[in-house]
Each structure stands twice: as structure tokens, then as C-alpha cells.
């Protein structure tokens, strides 16, 4: 019969409390005629050993009916005072017909006195609170560990789910303006406008690979954006500049995909392009960041947008657990500094 195990530490705290409970037990009921009396040591020693583990399992079972009474672990409270009150009674009697065998027997130096009898009722109480308070700490603390696990869990596909909303945002926002663009584009030059359309057909093959990761490497990107930049160069030509200055090893560091897009698009929609107000971006790294700057010179009409842009990107950063990027302006320049991972 498989005797009840109300923690997985039960022989660990039985190998702490079980000795300590038969000494100090039976020296309160018998005295030092048990340290002075080798049949009396003995005989006190097993029948103590005996009733102990029989306190100890019918105790655990008790815990484990009060467990399955108050289950929540917002029942603490609740569920300590009553453990600790039935498993004293159980206890106490427990010491009681111990005291009661010794004078039976009549165990060798036992004097039978309630004096003793009350020490012992004491002292096993005492015990029975401790032994309680412990298990129900150990009971706590693995019910913690395991709502961490699981709060870990949520927390973990709930950020996959936000990160799949995210990326599967940008191919929308992507499309949107770049319909936009080449709809102006055919009623002001049909032969750029085809070639726009093949430009778009390639990049977007781009996009679609790039949802298969939340990191890609710069490297990676930045000859995405290359084939990008030609494409914004089909419809604004020598009025729009790009720069690059990549620190050699940065190559191998990452960034969301879409990233650099996302900031050319922007830097485009908002700002003035004309030959005359040519609007140049720069690419610059070092170890760890990524700037991307551009001249600043805002259209003075509104620009119809979709609101995701840079939102995007921080909440991508935000998502991926990263240090967020900062976004910088003056009267001369726009700058956004994006950590490389």
C-alpha cells in the first residue's frame, strides 16, 4: 500500500524532525531515566520511532483531504489554521497513548505525571505548527514556481502572437504607399511606372521572405534597401540621396526586418524632394547602432498616413525584449538610432 505523501520533501523533513521528536519527546515524558537507562532508551526509542511515523502519515493524509478542500492558493490562510488544528488533535493524541503505553508496560525510571503529560501535548503542538508552516511553504513556493512557469508561458505567445500582428502589418503598409507612388507615377511618366512595377514585384518577394524571422542581418537589409532606394529613385531621381557608411563587422548584427524601409518610406513621405531640394539619407553604424538621418524639410501639406511607421518599429524592438530606439530632431536634421543585436 503506497502510504500518503502530501510534499516530495516528506523524507527530507522526516529525517530533520523524527529524531529531534523522539529525544525531546520522550525527555519530557520520562525524564533523564531515558538517557540514564539502556532497556528504557530502548523500548522508549521504538514505540516512539513507531507512533511517529504512524502520527506522521495519518497527519499527511489529513493535509491532503484539507488540500482538496481549499485548493485555491488564496486559501492559505484558511487552509493553514485548519491543517494545523487537526493535526495537533492528531498529534496530541498520538502523545497521549504514548504516555499511556509507558505506564501500561510500566517502563523502566517512568513516573506517569499530568505535568509531563502537558509538556509533551506542548511540545508535540509546537511541532505539528512547524511541520505545517513548512509544508505549506514548500506548498506555496512550488505553486509560485509553477504560476511563474506558466505566466512565463502566456507571457512568451502572447509577445509570438503581437510580433506575427506586427509583421503581418507591414506588408499592408508597404503595398498602401506603394500603390500610392506608382498610381501618381502612371498619369506622369507609363514607361517609369512599368518599370516601378517590376521594381515593386521584385522588393515585395523580399517582404514576404522576410516574415519567416523576427531578426535578419544588416547585411541582409541593407541590400534589401539598395533595391529599394532604385525603386524610390525610378520616381524622384537625382532629387532623392542615399549614403552608406557601414563600420566593416557590423554586417553580422541584426534589426527586425523591414526596419530601414520602413524609415526610408517615412523620410519620403514627410519631407520635400525636388531637384532643386534634393533630400539626402544616411546610413552610418558603429559596434552597436544603426543612425538613420535624413535633412529635414517638412511638406507643408498633410500627408495622408496610416499611423504604423514608427510605431512599428518600436513596438517590434519593445516586443523583442531590445533597448528601444531613439528618435531625435532638430531644426536641421531627423535622426533615428536603432540598436544592432
Known sequence: MKLPAYSRYDWVLQLIFVPLHICILNWLLIGPAFWQNGKTLGLATGITLIDTFLNWYSNNGIALKVNSLYPDPRQYFARTIRLFVACAISSMLHVTVIFFVYWFIGLPGFVPQ???????????????????????????????????????????????????????????????????????????????????????????????????????????????????????????????????????????RQLPPLTLQLLLENAVKHNIILPDQPLRIRLTTDEKKLVVSNNLQRKTSRVLSNGVGLSNILSKYQVLGQPMPTVEEDEHEFRVTLPLV
Not at 509546537?126 to 506548498?139: G, M
Open 114 to 252: 499530568v505535568t509531563q503529560l502537558g509538556l509533551g501535548l506542548l511540545f508535540t503542538t509546537v511541532v505539528a505548527a512547524i511541520v505545517v508552516i513548512t509544508y505549506e511553504s514548500i506548498h506555496s513556493f512550488e505553486h509560485w514556481q509553477e504560476s511563474r512557469k506558466e505566466i512565463d508561458s502566456l507571457s512568451k505567445a502572447q509577445l509570438k502572437a503581437e510580433l506575427m500582428l506586427l509583421r503581418q502589418q507591414v506588408n499592408p503598409h508597404f503595398l498602401f504607399n506603394s500603390l500610392n507612388s506608382l498610381t501618381a507615377l502612371i498619369s506622369e511618366n507609363p514607361e517609369k511606372a512599368e518599370v516601378f512595377a517590376e521594381e515593386l514585384s521584385s522588393v515585395y518577394r523580399y517582404l514576404l521572405r522576410s516574415n519567416e524571422s523576427p531578426l535578419t542581418p544588416l547585411a541582409s537589409e541593407l541590400e534589401f534597401i539598395e533595391s529599394y532606394y532604385h525603386l524610390l529613385k525610378t520616381r524622384h531621381g537625382e532629387a532623392l540621396k542615399l549614403e552608406t557608411r557601414i563600420q566593416p563587422g557590423t554586417e553580422t
